[in-house]
């Protein structure tokens, strides 16, 4: 294998510092051309110099002084912007381009490095939920292979080589339920942002963590499934399995089911999109099975988590509503850790926008952004309604 050079889109958030982790126990095998990140500009200078990163990108322009001046004496050379990501990701110097990104704003960078042919190590789910057919047939165009970096996905990714040409009857992702798993629904409607943000397995960035309670983030899952592997949604399942150790199968048409497993860790996911087609050595938590004891499996409750059949429906509709979707739940679990609005206030605002904001069967992406803001200002509208 020869030595790849990767650009880390988000490089300070949680998915970020996890492939940082990799790429410090392979220094042989990746180099770092590209590190980028919003706001943590302490953090990213620090990423910058242990890495000998090439290029660094500070999204927040504020900051652009602060980095420069930090990394001048080690000649990196330091860019502000989100034009600044879309123009350095397409650097010949760069093999692999991992989308770690939060939310739509992962987008835009994405389709750049898409037309230019990178390989994409992708962990942004936003970008297929709101643009799958748009992104898939560009990367089809482009030559560009995306490669998936959620544990789910890069787990039924795993259980579908070799099986070429095998005739899918399900694809079953796992969800661990979260932390209300066992909660009445009463209790759920009363629920925190600490105790939202308290997941049982996982340790993930707010905005996921949010959408792990809500099970949004199975939904949006559903939807990126269904582009990755161009499976309907209607052949996509989930169940719950609160051990977190399978993380998902692949059931094929004879009855077989294939499985990948694992303890809880990103760090395998990303390692394998960085690695593909090959496996690296990693020091993490191997499985004892005699140690594991059971492993159990529910069906999602969607009256206490509305969330999936939102999903479901947006991915059902087609169109630009799987993305109207997804904005109006960034701006929901946005204002519900602003402490503005309850737990099931996020669904309801989720539900509102899809039935409100104008439905577009096949949009182009002008279109896809142009819905994204519709959106969040129709969510923002309803949210101003019933703020605390």
Known sequence: MEKRRVAILGSTGSIGRQALDVIRQHRDMFEVELLTANNSADLLISQAIEFDANNVIICNQQKYRQVADALEPHYIKVFAGMQSVCDLVQGSNIDIVLTSMVGFSGLESTIAAVKAGKTIALANKETLVAAGQIVMNMATEHRSRILPVDSEHSAIFQ??????????????LTASGGPFRTWEREAIAKATREQALNHPNWSMGSK??????????????????RWLFGTPGEKINVVVHPESIIHSMVEYADGSVIAQMGHPDMREAIQFAFSYPYRLPLDNRKLNFAELGRLTFSAPDTEKFPALKLAYEALEKGGNMPCIMNAANEAAVS????GRIG???????????MESVEFIGAPDIDAVFGTNEAALAAAAQHINKISR
């Open 159 to 172: 259980c579908l080589m070799g099986s070429a040409g095998a005739d899918i009857e399900k694809i079953h």
């Open 208 to 225: 996921i963590t949010i959408d792990s309670a809500t099970m949004m983030n199975k939904g949006l899952e559903i939807i990126e499934a």
């Open 335 to 338: 204002a519900f850790l602003d």
């Open 343 to 353: 737990f099931y206030d996020i669904t309801d605002t989720v539900s509102s926008c």
